[in-house]
T-cell receptor, first 114, second 116 residues
Framework: AQTVTQSQPEMSVQEAETVTLSCTYDTSESDYYLFWYKQPPSRQMILVIRQEAYKQQNATENRFSVNFQKAAKSFSLKISDSQLGDAAMYFC???????????FGTGTRLQVFP | GAVVSQHPSRVICKSGTSVKIECRSL??????MFWYRQFPKQSLMLMAT?????????EQGVEKDKFLINHASLTLSTLTVTSAHPEDSSFYICSAAHREGGYGYTFGSGTRLTVV
């Protein structure tokens, strides 16, 4: 069974600085999807970024980018120019191509200080 | 696009009663919807997967007779917590799979259930 591990329960960053959130996963599959979701205090889940495993190029969405290391089964999220609105819980998630189910990591709480 | 509406956002009920939570896809057809439970400061735990027109698939350890899921149409899935007890108090979130802009998921805004 696939598992997703987020080893940083909490992280903090100064406004305008850069922070990287870690995620590792375990799978025997060669093709799959990886996601980062943000859950602010409102608790609405918001998609931050998505990566298809067959794509070698790292996904980027404005200030958010990933470092996808398939061999190492690592999928870290880099947030550049951090803003106060980035403060939230961040969840890494895995989806097999064989099922629609998302498997979530335990989450990382990000605090942003002015 | 790809909006999922979840109602109610908050509900308080008495022990022993049943509560229904609705999850609607507003601008797309959701053949597959998911129900999650989230405890405070914890991750989302998948409870079940519902497919339109068929029985829901429950995750191990989830009581199917307590958490009734119905997905009667392509835009509506419901979760009914039957004979609720205080330990059922939690935050429940639905999501729907869609293919807009590539494969993804849209989440409802969640329902906070408190059983007193």
């Amino acid at each position: 069974a696939q598992t997703v591990t987020q080893s940083q329960p909490e992280m903090s960053v100064q406004e305008a600085e850069t922070v990287t959130l870690s995620c590792t996963y375990d799978t025997s599959e060669s093709d799959y999807y990886l996601f980062w979701y943000k859950q602010p205090p409102s608790r609405q889940m918001i998609l931050v970024i998505r990566q298809e495993a067959y794509k070698q190029q790292n996904a980027t969405e404005n200030r958010f980018s990933v470092n996808f290391q398939k061999a190492a089964k690592s999928f870290s999220l880099k947030i550049s120019d951090s803003q106060l609105g980035d403060a939230a819980m961040y969840f890494c998630a895995y989806r097999s191509v064989n099922t629609d189910k998302l498997i979530f990591g335990t989450g990382t709480r990000l605090q942003v200080f002015p | 696009g790809a909006v999922v509406s979840q109602h109610p956002s908050r509900v308080i009920c008495k022990s022993g009663t049943s509560v229904k939570i609705e999850c609607r896809s507003l601008d797309f057809q959701a053949t597959t919807m998911f129900w999650y439970r989230q405890f405070p400061k914890q991750s989302l735990m998948l409870m079940a997967t519902s497919n339109e027109g068929s029985k829901a698939t429950y995750e191990q350890g989830v009581e199917k007779d307590k958490f009734l899921i119905n997905h009667a149409s392509l835009t509506l899935s419901t979760l009914t917590v039957t004979s609720a007890h205080p330990e059922d108090s939690s935050f429940y979130i639905c999501s729907a799979a869609h293919r807009e802009g590539g494969y993804g998921y849209t989440f409802g805004s969640g329902t906070r259930l408190t059983v007193v």
